[in-house]
């Protein structure tokens, strides 16, 4: 096609100019391009952006803006549906296409959306970046989708190296009349009293240069130690903090997959690559199974006899559970918007498995909190931990929160950095205060149910509760794996 007429852009989650196909495509039709993003109202369709992304979303809008400055054009902020914000823009500027970048969560209400643009005259492209493979094309040998990640990984190894990333354009030809914009302030997307989110600034750049950096500083060195490193949550840049930049597009997996290439094909870069396939496996399950976030995967979870005590679940929202590890993840997500992998699983572990709350009161938490939540990921993790997922860890793998902090933070400096207040307790007591003796509280300044939370469960009597309810879902008991 060469027709110079404007391209209308779509950005949605991929708030980047590297590597994106429906940019470079619109770039290479020759006439201007008018980038838009569009704020669409809350469907059932289309959730809310949690309260911590829209904070990352001000700023990667404000970062992707000053990108496209830098190449000579601007975005142009729109409210409403896709629909009505995309046909007026088109009518506005004379736009006769619109090529947008596919995102396979939104598979389900995309094609009626494009349908409809489609009728008011606009020629409509996709293109792909999302992941490394298509989802969709992903078959075993008898046609079916994947349930279990290995035999992905396999396949996803032998389609051999995924797609070359493309440099972001020259330049963007902008439109003679630029369009009027919405003003991001007034969108008022950051928290403002009390403002939550002071301390994201000091951890998170967002935006694409930032996604850059990270991934460089990633691969200059930690990735050398990934493997051993990445389950200890006191380490820092263990592991690359790419998550929430993924979440937002703003690079794409194939630029980080290519960014190893250069280096040898240690176990370390290779357990890397197997988590960016974890991403995938999540895109896959979801594609087939669109209703992830809220459905069991394994139907017979559909029985389980969840309990909702408000006052825990509270507890664990707010890092208040007396269960060291589990409080300093819970406030790392608070403070940082982030939470550590291993520690995620111990968490979510706790919420499902010692408090019997729902998993998709967890999923939702964390959907509001994280600010790489992210629709596929999030879903398949939970029903991971949960046991009703597809691959999942057996539901009767039951974290024991004391073991796993003394394994994976054994100097406590996790723990002690989110915790304060029971940072004086030695390492012995640091993941049991409620096993010090008086005299050792005392010293580290500890007063049990005052200064630092009594459990709100005993573990051991919280897990037989468990694996009696898990008992009742299969009809029969489940023999407790003596690992955990
Ligand atoms: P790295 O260790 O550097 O891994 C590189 C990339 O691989 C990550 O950025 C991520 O894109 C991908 N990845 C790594 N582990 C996983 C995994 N288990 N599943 C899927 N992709 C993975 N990840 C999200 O991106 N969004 C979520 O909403 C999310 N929710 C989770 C909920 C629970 C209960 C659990 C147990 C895990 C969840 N994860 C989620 C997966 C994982 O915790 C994060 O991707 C990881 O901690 C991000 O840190 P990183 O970028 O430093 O990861």
Not at 210 to 217: D, V
């Amino acid at each position: 096609m060469s027709d110079r007429s404007p391209v209308l852009l779509w950005f949605r989650k991929d708030l980047r100019l590297d590597d994106n196909a429906a940019l470079m495509a619109a770039v290479q039709n020759g006439g201007p391009v008018v980038c838009v993003y569009v704020r669409e109202p809350q469907s059932e369709k289309v959730g809310p952006l949690g309260a911590a992304q829209e904070w990352w979303l001000h700023h990667s809008l404000t970062a992707l803006d000053a990108a496209l400055s830098e190449k000579g054009n601007r975005l142009i902020l729109r409210s409403g549906t896709a629909v009505e914000a995309l046909a007026i823009l088109a009518r506005e500027t004379g736009a006769r296409s619109l090529f947008v970048n596919r995102l396979y969560e939104r598979d389900e209400i995309d094609p009626a959306i494009l349908e409809q643009l489609h009728r008011t005259g606009l020629e409509i492209r996709r293109f792909k970046g999302q992941l490394l493979h298509d989802p969709k094309t992903m078959r075993t040998g008898t046609g079916g989708p994947y349930r279990v990640y290995t035999p992905f990984w396999r396949a996803l190894e032998k389609e051999g190296e995924p797609r070359e990333p493309v440099d972001a354009p020259a330049s963007i030809p902008a439109p003679a009349h630029v369009p009027a914009s919405e003003s991001l302030a007034d969108w008022d997307l950051l928290p403002q009293r009390p403002n939550w989110a002071v301390e994201f600034e000091n951890l998170w750049q967002p935006g694409e240069a930032g996604a850059h950096q990270r991934l460089k500083r990633f691969i200059d060195k930690p990735i050398e130690r990934y493997k051993r490193d990445r389950d200890f949550p006191g380490l820092e840049d263990a592991t690359s903090m790419l998550s929430p930049h993924l979440a937002f597009g703003e690079i794409s997996p194939a630029r980080i997959w290519h960014a190893t290439r250069g280096l040898t094909a240690t176990e370390d870069m290779i357990h890397f690559r197997k988590e960016l396939v974890w991403r995938e496996f999540s895109y896959h399950l979801l594609v087939e199974f669109p209703r992830l976030a809220s459905a069991n995967w394994n139907d017979r979870f559909d029985t389980f006899p969840w309990a909702f005590d408000k006052a825990q679940f509270a507890a664990w929202t707010t890092g208040q559970t007396g269960y060291p590890i589990v409080d300093a993840g819970m406030r790392q997500l608070w403070r940082h918007g982030y939470m550590h992998n291993r520690v995620r699983m111990i968490t979510a572990s706790f919420l499902i498995k010692d408090l019997m709350i729902n998993w998709r009161k967890g999923e939702a938490w964390f959907r509001d909190t994280l600010l790489d939540a992210d629709a596929a990921s999030n879903a398949a993790n939970w029903q991971w931990v949960a046991g009703s997922g597809a691959d999942a860890a057996p539901f009767f793998r039951i974290f024991n929160p004391i073991l796993q902090g003394e394994k994976f933070d054994p100097a406590g400096d996790y723990i002690r950095r989110f915790v304060p207040e029971i940072a004086g307790l030695p390492n012995r007591y640091l993941h049991k205060p409620f096993e010090a003796p008086l005299a050792v509280l005392k010293e580290a300044g500890v007063t049990l149910g005052t200064t630092y939370p009594k459990p709100v469960v005993d573990h051991g009597l919280a897990r037989d509760r468990a694996l009696s309810a898990y008992a009742h879902v299969t009809g029969r008991s489940a023999d407790p794996d003596p690992r955990d």
